[in-house]
């Protein structure tokens, strides 16, 4: 769970969101409302009955921070394309995103177990596992159906390198639970799967639908969305061991509780060898998870990866001034919401 | 389980689709052959360690009807295109069809919670429901991923609206599950959905990147191949009743036990009010599942599914001689094989 995540949205979340679409201007709210105008209608579509899951996952909504990339990328190569399906095509990739990342939501929620999202039921809850798993696979598939109609393989590859590497880094989060050592590189690539990888598509596809998109722009703001997507996962996990739990909206060590290895265990074992010596596996409930988080942030372990995360962000910032573009303030914002809730 | 699915291969079964292969030559193999080599190399080559799942499943391999279908279909439009490039899409189109598949039998099998599938234990059984979910999830990303390197929206759109129906098509499997009144055509929808979409991309996919493919003959060749795929079920669905279970490898009434309403028992509703009266949802195992079928079968139900099923190949079969094209014959003798094995 997390800062620009939906379903814990503190103030500060919602302000740095709001601060954003206001120095947008009207153009961008309008395009991020049509955005979710669409996104309600691909969901609802569908014709199924049980397309409703795929509704009200969808339009639970979020504070669609995805699909903003993606417009805030078009803006900084040139804006949409002329005419009415240069609109379109934007608002399609924009939306193509996000429904791979509700995708994705419907489908960890059934492998955590989790019964709440959004601060509603999860489909899983709901509707049992194998309709969350099928409305998971229906919200991909639109996915790609909808890009698919922007006519441009080249977007395409960029949603479904990302959407692979989701689900590699899913693969990759299962192979490696509960594990006693876990290489610092082996969990920045695990970041890089699962929550980098859809960060950079935004930006990516963002250049490519716009009016002066070039292959080169695509790859220097992917790259900067990558490092912007991968800071955001590494302050989540710090986030997840130092609470508060009010405002997280969790209990504190719930990654831990569930095996998940993360940067402030990394650091703490190699700081600590009673921390080292911890079998997470072992860990008997909640009580003993939050003392865990309590011996992890003792090692200074927290501050460390905080630093961590603060340089990847100053490292994506530092590349924006080099790219001749006009939305990069706007970007830059994104940039400093993401650290904003966390420091 | 069917015919022309994996892991119940009965003589007759592979008998056909050898026959096909042998009817349709050293090309015909050869092809068959690279795009085997290409499946493996897509499900290891994602780099992670645990694209072991992947691979796995997808090298127990199956007769590989779909792909063959593709091939055929392309056959029928003159052929892969000129070039190195152009027996390339073809291979492509015909993976990714196979992909697909592939991620929705992981998938099918954790909802199902199925042990083993080709004779080996299920990716879910193996390695859990996390590792499943995640494994099926790279399976579809892989097949966008690869199809989209045809540079060819067309193509993304078969595949992606296949993909989205098998979603739905599951959805509404759930949804109807247990109920005591399905009617006939929305049984006949779920089928559609669930089997006769992927179908019809095989060979829509197969026209699209032949020399000759036309938009038309695309369309109409899809239009056969959903037919073909919808008797498929129907025949499949009339086998769980049918058995024996030395045939289907599972005990008969499976589906009815899993609460999936299907054609036969639908009929013999309507043909018989005990029948009628019967709650899914009270069987209480294997044997009154078996005692249920039985008394199906006195109703003359499964004469009458089955009776629908030849109806729809032969007009499958009839709408081949009224296309311009070569390998209408090897077509032809696939809806042959879908009959072959239930009748």
């Known amino acids: 769970m997390s800062a620009l995540y939906p379903g814990t949205n503190s103030p ?11 120095r947008g201007g009207r153009d961008l709210r309008e395009r991020m409302a049509r955005a ?8 609802a579509e569908s014709g199924m009955p049980l397309a409703s899951h795929a509704t009200a ?5 979020g504070k669609r921070l995805r699909p903003l990339l993606v417009m805030l990328a078009a803006e900084s190569a040139g804006g949409a394309r002329e005419g009415a399906d240069g609109e379109q095509s934007l608002i399609r990739a924009a939306v193509a995103v996000e429904l791979v990342h509700s995708a994705t939501l419907v489908h960890d929620d059934l492998i955590d177990g989790a019964e709440l999202r959004r601060g509603r039921p999860t489909v899983a809850a709901v509707a049992g596992r194998g309709a969350a798993i099928a409305t998971g696979d229906l919200l991909f598939s639109r996915a790609f159906a909808e890009l698919a109609r922007n006519e441009d393989s080249e977007q395409l590859r960029a949603l479904s390198d990302a959407s692979s590497a989701l689900a590699a880094g899913e693969l990759l989060q299962r192979e490696d639970a509960y594990a006693s050592e876990i290489a610092v590189e082996r969990y920045l690539e695990r970041c890089r799967l699962k929550t980098a990888a859809l960060f950079e598509a935004t930006c990516r596809l963002g250049v490519l639908v716009a009016a002066d998109g070039t292959g080169a722009l695509a ?14 996962q590494l302050l989540d996990d710090v986030l997840d061991v130092s609470g508060p739990a009010e405002r997280t909206g969790k209990a504190r060590g719930t990654d831990l509780l569930d095996g998940t290895v993360t940067l402030p265990l990394i650091l703490a074992r190699q700081r600590d060898e009673r921390i080292a010596s911890i079998d997470l596996a072992r860990l008997a409930g909640p009580l003993e998870a939050e003392a865990l988080c309590d011996a992890i942030a003792a090692t200074g372990a927290l501050e460390q990866a905080r630093a961590q995360a603060l340089a990847i962000v100053a490292e994506a910032k530092a590349m924006l001034p080099g790219l001749f573009a006009q939305r990069y303030d706007l970007l830059g914002l994104v940039a400093d919401a993401v650290v904003e809730r966390y420091c």
Request: aromatic letters at 8%; hydrophobic letters at 60%.
């Open 12 to 22: 500060a979340d919602v302000e740095a969101v709001e601060e954003i679409m206001r």
């Open 36 to 43: 979710e105008a669409y996104l309600e209608r691909v969901a």
């Open 57 to 61: 996952t969808v339009v639970a909504g």
């Open 219 to 232: 790859g220097a703001l992917g790259a900067f969305a990558q490092r912007i997507g991968l800071a955001f």
